[in-house]
């Protein structure tokens, strides 16, 4: 069965942003059950739909399957409000691939980090922007926020 | 966007069983919202994952992407409670196609008759054995069965 493994943690500052390269990504949610998120992604020319099971600790089952963009176009259409709106920023550290997500639309003003591990507890380097980690606070995930927009969560003056 | 339309009815004696074929299906739900039906099917050697809108009349939007058999059988664990297990056999009457339906486990003694058309007032041929028409009671879709199963309902003594 495949297993992803995500550690996720905010960012302090801008410096990640420097040689970073960026795709503009529209998701939404069929399902935002826990048990059983269905989630339909468009990034740029590809699009997906992408089936997750209960989070187990860091890890969870997840099944992707490509589909046309002609489709995806439609299946946002029967999302869940809202669709999400972010850009996805890459860069390499150390090995590993970091994945930057800045929101915009009613989302605008969060910026999440998140890295892909081979193990629960490998080992890897923390960049000098990398802020409090939030992997097991389930408001960050995408789910989460599609229907809870950070807009109108309660902010810390 | 693809188009599904289908009629269906109860089937009233059994002598539509002569000269049809027969698939045993395991299919099971993401999702049940009636917005945004999504669909685990095992058929065989066979699997899809369906993602189907609302019903307007007759018609829905459909979007059916075929995935590995050894997904959806780790995809059908994720589903809601309770797996729908049948038999489909297949018939062709006058050029159209009927697909019956006779279901097992908590859903035994509902046998359901379907015919799919290419538009709304398409005229066809009535087999003897056909019974009322429940294209419009969703008590009769499989994701209804699938949590309220035909043996729970109040029947007719």
Known sequence: MPVEIERKFLVTHDAWREGASARRIAQGYLSRDPDRVVRVRLIGDQAFVTIKGRRSGISRAEFEYPVPVIDAEELLKLCLPSVIDKTR?????????????????????????????????????????????????????????????????????
Do not use: C, K, Q
């Not at 890897?124 to 229907?147: A, C, H, K």
């Open 89 to 157: 920023h890459e860069i390499e550290i150390a090995g590993f691939l970091w994945e930057i997500d800045e929101f915009h639309g009613s989302n605008a003003g969060l910026i999440v980090a998140e890295i892909e591990l081979p193990a629960e507890d490998t080992p890897f380097e923390r960049p000098s922007w990398l802020g409090e980690e939030v992997s097991s606070d389930s408001r960050y995930t995408n789910s989460y926020l599609s229907g809870s927009p950070y807009s109108t969560w309660a902010h810390d003056a």
